[in-house]
Nanobody, 121 residues
Framework: QVQLVESGGGLVQAGGSLRLSCAAS????????MGWFRQAPGKEREFVAS????????YSADSVKGRFTISRDNAKNTVYLQMNSLKPEDTAVYYC??????????????WGQGTQVTVSS
């Protein structure tokens, strides 16, 4: 079955960096566009960044532009989210998803279980 497993979350001080990874199995990874979403307590899930199947096109939310970078390694079936200059408002559970490139969650068919990112001030 399809599995997306996120890792790399944790506690970091404001201004710090984290690199999230999402390892995929059970699907032909190189055929799927990938996305990262996040959900903070009491808030709806929101789009963070997406990347097309080949890695040639990326998109990111205005709130993370210039700070977060999405990338992928199809040989390793893994998508990454490099997060720099973290802010307390970036605190959330981060999810990776596989599907069709979009900023809408409904475009993605498969989801990971999420990894917690906490940014202290």
């Amino acid at each position: 079955q399809v599995q997306l497993v996120e890792s790399g979350g944790g506690l970091v001080q404001a201004g710090g960096s984290l690199r999230l990874s999402c390892a995929a199995s059970g699907l032909t990874f190189s055929l799927y566009d990938m996305g990262w979403f996040r959900q903070a307590p009491g808030k709806e899930r929101e789009f963070v960044a997406s990347i097309n199947w080949s890695g040639t096109n990326t998109y990111s939310a205005d709130s993370v532009k210039g700070r977060f970078t999405i990338s992928r390694d199809n040989a390793k079936n893994t998508v990454y989210l490099q997060m720099n200059s973290l802010k307390p408002e970036d605190t959330a559970v981060y999810y990776c998803a596989a599907g069709s490139i979009s900023d809408e969650a409904r475009s993605y068919h498969y989801w990971g279980q999420g990894t917690q990112v906490t940014v202290s001030s």
